[in-house]
């Protein structure tokens, strides 16, 4: 494997068991998922994050857990573009999303932070504009005030079929991603061709 990097894949969420399986750490989930599928090595560098460098279709793909909790997510990306040289063209950002239903997701290129200050941190810290993030649906079961609670809670019991299919639906969603050019990369997962039932 050469040293280059070809895609940087950032997995958001909190570090430590308080928050595992938590809504607001689906993205950190499916970055531990994707490592492990792929028997990936960590890497790290204290307290800014966790990484590992695998190999799919033939590409070198960085997956990051950030280890700087999700207010200062921005802080690990930037290390890592920095680290490897990457353009932030090619990074993805994988978030959790309370207004689509469990086991909707959805790719695009970054417009703003939608609320959610994990990709507000990356936003501010790289100054970047041209990268993707992957949305992944985490349901909107809370009423007024209740949103940060909601998303730091667990996932319910009953909901863990649909998780454990939205993990394995985004990981099949990235490696169509990286294997492809961005523009079909975006109409075949949008789509959602490649779900699993």
């Keep these: ?69 999700m207010n200062h997510s921005g802080i690990a990306a930037q290390y890592l573009l920095d680290k490897y040289n990457i353009e932030s063209a090619n990074m993805l950002v994988i978030l959790d999303e309370y207004n689509f239903p469990l086991n909707k997701i959805h790719i695009k290129k970054v417009k703003s932070d939608g609320g959610h200050n994990g990709l507000s941190s990356i936003l501010e810290i790289t100054d970047a504009n041209d990268f993707y993030i992957l949305r992944c649906g985490i349901d909107k079961d809370f009423g007024s005030g209740e949103m940060a609670n909601y998303v730091l809670s667990k996932f319910k019991k009953e909901d863990q079929y649909g998780v454990d299919l939205m993990i394995n639906n985004v ?23 490649y779900l699993l039932l």
């Design 1 to 69: 494997m050469s040293n280059k990097v070809d895609k940087l894949i950032i997995g958001l969420g909190n570090p430590g068991t308080k928050y595992a399986n938590s809504r607001h750490n689906i993205g950190y989930d499916i970055a531990i998922n994707i490592i492990k599928k792929y028997n990936g090595c960590y890497q790290s560098k204290l307290n800014i994050v966790n990484y590992s460098i695998i190999n799919i279709k033939e590409k070198n793909v960085l997956i990051a857990l950030p280890q700087t909790y």
């Design 171 to 193: 990981i099949l969603a990235i490696e169509f991603y990286i294997e492809n050019e961005i523009g079909k990369s975006l109409s075949y997962i949008n789509s959602g061709k």
